[in-house]
């Protein structure tokens, strides 16, 4: 399903259903051992979807480990993005040579529900398109679409700054005909080529009961 988001340099892979936990690295259990079963089974799943996607750029399988701030440690020239929710689990790679940096996310195509939340997670900008869009599409879940955006925004955001986004540091304005959307940024961005990455632009779908959103910055 996310090939259909991602440009050519980028390598998918994604699952449906959990693998068997015996699939994971010794090393990769120790970081899970003690966490819920749900927990083991999505983390192990999406290192295995890793693995395919990286197999495709040639490397060997090797343990995936998360970083300090639990983000995914790829090996060394390559950039990716891993998510996973109810029922699905997917990864997007790239040399670092090709993409400077990947963000992708999936969620369930159901409401917040929360309204707390909902005002957590968006602007009053995007909370008045948002009530625009389920007007017009309401098959699709709009708050749930514009989280998922900002989630894969700030996995986009994290490898080039090193940094926290908060949900408020950006602006989303969803394209509902050629299903795209851009971010622009609210905080100073990251320096890329010499000058300020203002705004991301990324793409998303719906379908199998999912939201997915995806960024690809080439170089």
Same mark, same amino acid.
């Given at each position: 399903?996310?090939?259909?988001?991602?440009?050519?340099?980028?390598?998918?892979?994604?699952?449906? /259903?959990?693998?068997?936990?015996?699939?994971?690295?010794?090393?990769?259990?120790?970081?899970?051992?003690?966490?819920?079963?749900?927990?083991?089974?999505?983390?192990? $799943?999406?290192?295995?979807?890793?693995?395919?996607? *990286?197999?495709?750029?040639? %490397?060997?399988?090797?343990?995936?480990?998360?970083?300090?701030?639990?983000?995914?440690?790829?090996?060394? =020239?390559?950039?990716?993005?891993?998510?996973?929710?109810?029922?699905?689990?997917?990864?997007?790679?790239?040399?670092?040579?090709?993409?400077? $940096?990947?963000?992708? /996310?999936?969620?369930?195509? *159901?409401?917040?529900?929360?309204?707390?939340?909902?005002?957590?997670?968006?602007?009053?900008?995007?909370?008045?398109?948002?009530?625009?869009?389920?007007?017009?599409?309401?098959?699709?879940?709009?708050?749930?679409?514009?989280?998922?955006?900002?989630?894969?925004?700030?996995?986009?955001?994290?490898?080039?700054?090193?940094?926290?986004?908060? %949900?408020?540091?950006?602006?989303?304005?969803?394209?509902?005909?050629?299903?795209?959307?851009?971010?622009?940024?609210?905080?100073?961005?990251?320096?890329?080529? =010499?000058?300020? *990455? $203002?705004? %991301?632009?990324?793409?998303? *779908?719906? =379908?199998?009961?999912?939201?997915?959103?995806?960024?690809?910055?080439?170089?």
């Amino acid at each position: 399903m996310i090939e259909k988001l991602l440009p050519a340099p980028v390598r998918t892979a994604e699952a449906f /259903d959990d693998a068997p936990l015996s699939e994971m690295f010794p090393e990769e259990w120790a970081q899970v051992a003690n966490a819920v079963p749900k927990r083991q089974r999505e983390f192990g $799943t999406v290192r295995g979807c890793a693995r395919r996607a *990286l197999a495709e750029l040639g %490397f060997a399988p090797a343990p995936l480990l998360p970083g300090p701030h639990r983000e995914p440690q790829w090996p060394d =020239g390559v950039v990716g993005a891993m998510t996973h929710c109810a029922g699905y689990r997917a990864v997007a790679v790239a040399r670092a040579a090709e993409v400077r $940096t990947i963000g992708l /996310d999936a969620e369930p195509n *159901l409401p917040l529900n929360d309204p707390g939340v909902v005002d957590l997670v968006t602007l009053p900008e995007e909370r008045a398109q948002i009530r625009r869009l389920a007007a017009l599409q309401p098959e699709v879940c709009w708050d749930r679409l514009v989280f998922s955006a900002k989630e894969s925004v700030y996995k986009a955001w994290f490898p080039l700054t090193r940094r926290w986004l908060d %949900f408020e540091e950006a602006l989303l304005t969803l394209d509902p005909t050629n299903a795209t959307f851009t971010a622009q940024l609210l905080v100073p961005g990251p320096v890329v080529d =010499g000058g300020e *990455l $203002t705004e %991301f632009s990324g793409r998303w *779908l719906v =379908g199998s009961g999912l939201v997915v959103t995806a960024i690809v910055e080439m170089v």
